[in-house]
Structure formats: C-alpha cells, structure tokens
C-alpha cells in the first residue's frame, strides 16, 4: 500500500513560478506511470502531464513549454515544475501513479495564480 502527499502549492502572480513534489510512503518498486492532474473549481480533473516507465513525457497542449514532469529521487514519486504561470493555471493539483499495478492518488495540493 502507498500513500501520497503532494506539496509546493501556494499563490503566485502571473509570471511565477513554482515546483510540486508528490512524496509517497512505502515502496516504489514497482513504479511503471506517474502524471499530475489538475481541477479548477467547476471543471472536471484533467490530465496535465505525465510519463509512462520508459518513454518520452506527455503534456496537454496548454503547459507544453511551460511545465515539466519528472521522476523523483527517494521517496519522492514525481515532481512538477511549473514556469510561467497564468491565472488558468488555478486549481487543485493531484499525483497519480501506477505502482505494481495498482493506482494511486494524493489528496491533492492547491494552486492559486492571481495578481
């Protein structure tokens, strides 16, 4: 069984910056998919980036150039650094990934952009 905490959310300006880490507890091993998802208030989750064991990352097309996923070191699932923010970047940013065959989520962590 692993838990998943993301962390790294806050309010920023247009312009900012800010980096997402999902940190999970017990082991990896079986690690094949990691992605981040996103919901605005309103809308229904979507699917930001992600990166499948193996093969290139995968970005929807409004974060292309401006957020990047990554694979974490340790304990820390995956990471994303988000560039260049804009205001419908606000929303609720979840870990998901793919462990030994099993999915799993985090609770989710809050990203506001407003000037």
């Known amino acids: 069984q692993v838990q998943l905490v993301e962390s790294g959310g806050g309010l920023v300006e247009p312009g900012e910056s800010l980096t997402l880490s999902c940190a999970a507890s017990?082991?990896?091993?079986?690690?094949?998919?990691v992605a981040w998802y996103r919901q605005a208030p309103g809308n229904q989750r979507e699917l930001v980036a992600r990166?499948?064991?193996?093969?290139?990352?995968e970005y929807v097309d409004s974060v292309k150039g401006r957020f990047m996923i990554s694979r974490g070191h340790g304990n820390v699932a995956t990471i994303l650094r988000m560039y260049l923010l804009r205001p419908e970047d606000t929303g609720t940013y979840y870990c998901?990934?793919?462990?030994?065959?099993?999915?799993?989520w985090g609770q989710g962590t809050l990203v506001t952009v407003s000037s």
């Open positions: 998901n990934i793919h462990n030994s065959g099993t999915a799993y």
């Open positions: 990166i499948f064991s193996g093969r290139d990352a």
């Open positions: 017990g082991s990896l091993f079986g690690l094949a998919y």
